[in-house]
C-alpha cells in the first residue's frame, strides 16, 4: 500500500515522522494516538510505518531518496520487527458487535502468530495477549503495533457505552505495560474517549487536531510543500490557499497546514472546487449545527462572518452523542475538519473557503434562512459596491443587518461582522483583511483582488456608529489609508459605511481614489 501511495503522481514526502516514531521506540512514549479528520492522511501513514518496521519486508530500496534515509535511526529500526496492522472497521463491519469484534481479532491475529512462530510453546494459543507474550520471550523481539480506524466503535456504535467500555479494556489489556509492545500507533478521527475524570488509556500520548504537538508537520500539507506542488504543476498559489489552507497552529510556530486530500485533487485537476463532499455530504455537518445548544446558532452566523468563538474544549468527552452545551458541539467539529482552532487563544474559526462552503450548504434549509438569503444577496451587495451604488449598498446592508439579527449590534465590530457575512461572495473575488494596518491606524476593512481578478479595484472600507458615512470617507484621506496600498496600481474606491442608533438606518458614501 505504501508502494502504491509513493509510486502515484502525487506524493508529498512524510516520512521524517518516521523519525519521531524512532526517536520514542520502547520508551516511555511509544504509545502514539494520532487522531486526524478524513482525508488528511492517516491511513497513508500507518502503511508507511508498517512498511518501514515490518521485517518480512525489504523496503531500503523503497524508501532510498526519501527524507528518512538520511536521518541517524533510519538503518537502526529498518525491517527490524514484527508488524500487526489491523484496521478496526474492517473487523468491526464483518462481526454484529464488539464482542464479535474482539473474538475475530484475536482468532485472525493469534492464527498469524501461530505461523509465523509454531515453534513457540503457547500458554494459550487463543489469547492474544499472552500468545504475543511467549513470542516475545522466545525471541526478546519486540511488536509493533498499528491500529487504523481505531476510534470506529465510537462512531459506529455511539449509543453503546457497555460496547465502548469493554473495547477499551482490551485494547488496555493488549496494549498497556507490555514488554513485547516496541511501538503502539493509533489513528483515528476522534482522540481517546474519556470515562469520568480520566481516560482508560491514559498510556497514550495523543496528537490531535487541537494540539497535535511535535506532529504538527504531519498535520496535512505544509506551505513549502504546496508551494513546490503548485509550482510544478503551473497552478495559483494563492487561490490554493484560500481554497484549502487554515489550519494553523500559531503556538507550535506553524501558521499554514493545508488539507492534503483537496489539495492533490485541485492540483490534479487544474479546477480549484470543493472536494469535501466526495467523502462526506454536507448533512454530516448539519446535524450539529442544528443541535438546540445555547448560543450555538449565534456562534455559528459569526463564525461565518469570519469571526473567530472563543470556547472551553476542556470538557469534551471525545465521542459523538455526549454533549453538554455549544462547546462541546464545537470541539467536536474541529476533530471532524470543519473548524480550525488557536491553541493560543482558545479560539476556533472556520478555516477556509472550500469549509466555508459546507456552511453555506448546510444553512440552505431547516431554519438557517436568513443566513441563505445574506449569502443570495452579497452577489448584488458587491455588484452596487462597484457600480458605487451608495444608497443599494446601505439597503443591502440594511437588510444583511435584519437577516443576522442574532448577533449582538452594538458597536462597530459588530457592523463588521455583518457586513463579512454580507459580501460572502466577494471572497471569491477579493482577499478581505479586517483591520489592515496603514501606518497612521488600521482600517476597519480593505478588499484586495485576487490575482485572477486584478481589473476590479481594491476598496478600503471605514466603519462609523453614530456618525456619518462621509466622516468615514474624511477619516480614509486624513489617515492616508490608501498609501498604504501604494503597491496596488489601479482604482481604489473608498467606501464609508455607518449606523445610526437612534434611526436604525445604514448610511454608505463611496469616492474613487
Not at 137 to 153: A, G, K, L, R, S
Not at 201 to 223: A, D, I
Not at 246 to 255: D, E, F, H, I, S
Request: hydrophobic share 40%; net charge negative.
Amino acid at each position: 500500500m505504501f508502494r502504491r501511495a509513493v509510486g502515484s503522481e502525487i506524493y508529498v514526502d512524510k516520512t521524517r515522522l518516521i523519525d519521531y516514531t524512532n526517536k520514542v521506540f520502547r520508551s516511555e512514549q511509544q504509545n502514539l494516538c494520532v487522531s486526524r479528520p478524513r482525508r488528511f492522511g492517516k491511513s497513508m501513514a500507518a502503511n508507511m510505518l508498517s512498511a518501514y518496521y515490518d521485517r518480512t519486508a525489504d523496503s531500503k530500496e523503497l524508501f532510498a531518496g526519501l527524507q528518512i534515509s538520511g536521518t541517524e535511526s533510519f538503518a537502526k529500526h529498518l525491517n527490524k520487527y514484527d508488524v500487526i496492522k489491523v484496521n478496526m472497521q474492517d473487523f468491526l463491519s464483518r462481526t454484529k458487535d464488539v464482542a464479535g469484534l474482539i473474538a475475530l481479532l484475536q482468532k485472525a491475529v493469534t492464527r498469524d502468530l501461530r505461523k509465523a512462530y509454531p515453534q513457540v510453546d503457547y500458554l494459550d494459543g487463543e489469547s492474544l495477549s499472552m500468545s504475543m507474550a511467549d513470542i516475545y520471550e522466545e525471541t526478546q523481539n519486540p511488536f509493533v503495533v498499528i491500529i487504523d480506524e481505531w476510534d470506529c466503535v465510537f462512531r459506529d456504535c455511539s449509543y453503546h457505552q457497555d460496547w465502548q467500555r469493554r473495547y477499551l479494556d482490551f485494547l488496555r489489556e493488549w496494549l498497556k505495560d507490555k514488554s513485547y509492545i516496541g511501538l503502539a500507533y493509533m489513528t483515528g478521527i476522534l482522540p481517546i474517549k474519556k470515562y469520568g475524570t480520566h481516560s482508560a488509556l491514559n498510556m497514550f500520548k495523543e496528537f490531535s487536531m487541537e494540539n497535535p504537538g511535535e506532529l504538527v508537520p504531519y498535520v496535512g500539507f505544509t506551505r513549502e510543500e504546496v508551494q513546490e506542488l503548485c509550482a510544478r504543476y503551473g497552478r495559483d498559489f494563492e487561490e490554493c490557499c484560500a481554497w484549502y489552507d487554515g489550519y494553523a497552529y500559531r503556538n507550535l510556530g506553524v501558521n499554514e497546514i493545508y488539507n492534503p486530500r483537496s489539495v492533490v485533487e485541485a492540483v490534479s485537476s487544474g479546477v480549484f472546487d470543493t472536494y469535501w463532499n466526495k467523502t462526506e455530504t454536507f448533512e454530516a455537518l448539519k446535524v450539529y449545527i442544528d443541535m438546540d445548544y445555547d448560543g450555538l446558532r449565534e456562534a455559528v452566523i459569526a463564525l461565518m462572518a469570519k469571526e473567530p468563538c472563543r470556547i472551553d474544549t476542556g470538557h469534551f468527552a471525545n465521542d459523538m452523542t455526549t454533549f453538554h452545551d455549544m462547546d462541546d458541539v464545537l470541539t467536536l467539529l474541529i476533530h471532524l475538519g470543519y473548524l480550525g482552532y488557536d491553541f493560543a487563544d482558545r479560539s476556533v474559526f472556520i478555516p477556509n473557503r472550500e469549509i466555508m462552503q459546507e456552511y453555506v450548504n448546510a444553512t440552505r434549509t431547516g431554519g438557517w434562512d436568513e443566513v441563505a438569503r445574506a449569502v443570495r444577496q452579497s452577489d448584488s451587495l458587491l455588484e452596487a459596491t462597484l457600480a458605487k451604488d451608495a444608497e443599494a449598498v446601505a439597503d443591502g446592508i440594511e437588510e444583511a443587518h435584519l437577516e443576522t439579527s442574532h448577533l449582538q449590534y452594538n458597536d462597530e465590530n459588530a457592523l463588521s461582522y455583518t457586513l463579512s457575512l454580507a459580501y460572502y461572495t466577494a471572497r471569491q473575488k477579493y482577499i478581505i483583511v479586517r483591520e489592515f494596518p496603514t501606518g497612521k491606524g488600521f482600517a476597519d476593512l480593505v478588499f484586495l483582488p485576487r490575482r485572477s481578478y486584478m481589473y476590479l479595484p481594491a476598496m478600503v472600507i471605514e466603519l462609523k456608529w453614530d456618525k456619518s458615512a462621509e466622516t468615514a470617507i474624511r477619516q480614509i484621506k486624513a489617515k492616508k489609508y490608501p498609501h498604504s496600498l501604494e503597491n496596488y496600481a489601479g482604482e481604489l474606491l473608498l467606501v464609508g459605511i455607518s449606523y445610526d442608533r437612534k434611526t436604525k438606518v445604514h448610511e454608505c458614501a463611496i469616492e474613487s481614489w
